[in-house]
């Protein structure tokens, strides 16, 4: 899984003990540190406005992450409960809310049912979304319970799409992430293969993956309408 | 490439294949398979599987029999239809000599090192055929062919057999990961065509190799012979895989360019050149049968003469119009082919000549605007046209005095092919025939 962002840096101890205790991967991030993306993306991200003494920091910071070309989701705020009127029309910031002191279970309960609700299943190793089930530990995936008979390559980009859902892709950068080296035969390659997806998904299910025009493909909706 | 194989092993456990069937080609093109279990499926992967190709048509003398089946991973893939109640899967297997080194007899290497070429030049060579075939109510040598219908082009007839054979057909190609452009009915009766969705040769003849055997499989649940001969029955058109064919510099189409007026680039104009110079000489392989040449005959939409056109369908290499504003789809189709071709072979011609028109720079003749079928021999010789081979003899003394195709061919696939094919043509000169007998019996 790719790491959740973190903010601030450093961030608050009991939060660094309540995702270490749940296995989540993390990086913590100050205002600067935030526009370097790791390769693999953000999974999410953790915002504080707490500890923060209330400033802007933590909603400008959220403003800039949902601003992107792909609106970073799903992302937790963290308040404190002194100041809830700051939620207050900024709802499209974030996703979901918890109120400092943090417990982990709820904590954990929050992460994972936003991580449910964009497309990761409650078990890691499944991805689920829509009518699309994806089991990385067997390679399984099928659609609407019927078994999909995928070949490697067409299994490896399914399963980079779906991990990444709502996000658009360029040709180029799904080459080099799925196929990993300077596959011969260029993008094309990548149209290819995702018409062949397209083709096994079956008619009802072809539009999981969209084309993008000029720019690449999309698998599943984008959050936020253009 | 350990994942992928570890994909593979994993797959064919979680959903119960029983068998793995190793696919290759002989050199005329024939599907060949033998099954492998799961358990020999690792060592399969890992080090090949050993048989003996002196039983194979064109591959190893008997004192050097033995070669290895070596499955390409690229090409696993579940089958839609079961043996009996198993789960089967197949890939497809490139067959190499006992040290490792590529054998000279496997047509995929042929394509495959052909296709080394053109990647040393920077290009990626792209094919879309379409495939035409006829649906028999039987395949008895002996009987009069009898179409399932009298339907013609695109017509839509209700509840009809044929129509629901080619539905079914089409999304099992589907399933399989095989899109699939257009499907309908063709000119003759019976007769039908699929047209597949472009992609890298060497997919595509593979591709060419799984529709063959899906629509022969559909059609024989249903106790229908499908049959992809060329020209199955006379005073109706026979059956074509026109092929369009592109070259693509990474993502960019070689073959457009906006600046020009046809929008042929200087690579498209020498690929065309150099497939019109080569085209007798290649014929004997993308039509390779004695019926073949039943097809390419005046009359019947099939090219009977070396000449290019645009939106002319009497040509041999027709350039369509591309659709505004889609240069990716810039391309050539070419006309001869028939689907009872070895498409490893075909598509490695094909390539080749058009590269060496690339390499040499041969200039474009002139475009035939007219049609060519109403012209005289005269005209067309005046206009510097000339026939394609008329007959498989005429073609194989083409081929045989051809450096090009002995080159992409390799001494070995080339040398047997040729004498195969000599001994098809004995036996058909032999052969005293209906016609004969009705026309001089009686008279003579």
Known sequence: ?226 | MQSQQEYVLRTVEERGIRFIQLWFTDVLGTPKSFNITPAELENALDEGMTFDGSAVDGFSRVQESDVLARPDLNTFQILPWREGDLAVARVFCDVLNLDGTPFEGCPRHVLRRTLEKARHKGYSFYAAPELEYFYFASARPDGVPQPLDTGSYFELTVADLAGDLRKRTVLTLEEMGIPVEYAQHEDAPSQHEIDLRHTDALTMADTVMTARLVVKEIAQERGVHATFMPKPMEGVQGSGMHTHFSLFEGDVNAFHDPGDPHNLSKAAQGFIAGLLRHAPAITAITNQWVNSYKRLVAGYEAPVYVSWARNNRSALVRVPFAKRGKPESTRIEYRSPDPACNPYLAFAVVLAAGLDGIDEGYDLPPEAATNLYAMSPAELAAEGIGPLPGSLADALNLMESSELVAETLGEHVFEWFIRNKRAEWADYKAHVSRFELDRYLPRL
């Open chain 1, 1 to 226: 899984m790719e790491p959740l962002l973190v903010f601030p840096d450093p961030p608050p101890a009991d939060l660094v003990l309540v995702l270490d205790r749940a296995g989540y991967p993390w990086k913590a991030v100050n205002e600067t540190s935030a526009r370097n993306e790791p390769d693999d993306g953000w999974a999410g991200a953790i915002v504080c406005d707490w500890e923060s003494g209330g400033g802007e920091e933590a909603f400008a910071l959220c403003r800039a992450l949902r601003k992107r070309d792909v609106p970073l989701e799903p992302l937790l705020l963290v308040v404190d409960p002194a100041r809830l009127e700051n939620l207050e029309l900024r709802e499209d910031l974030f996703d979901d809310f918890i109120c400092a002191p943090l417990r982990a279970e709820e904590v954990e309960a929050r992460l994972k049912h936003l991580f449910w609700r964009t497309g990761r299943g409650l078990r890691p190793e499944l991805v689920e979304y829509g009518p699309l089930v994806l089991n990385l530990e067997t390679y399984q995936a099928s659609v609407g319970g019927r078994a999909l008979d995928l070949t490697y390559m067409e299994y490896e980009l399914l399963r980079f799409l779906a991990t990444h859902p709502g996000r658009v892709f360029t040709r180029e950068t799904l080459l080099s992430r799925v196929w990993g080296y300077e596959y011969y035969g260029g993008a094309r390659t990548v149209d290819v293969h995702v018409r062949r997806l397209r083709a096994k998904l079956g008619e009802e299910n072809a539009a999981l993956i969209s084309t993008v025009r000029s720019v690449g493909y999309r698998f599943g909706q984008p959050r936020w309408p253009a």
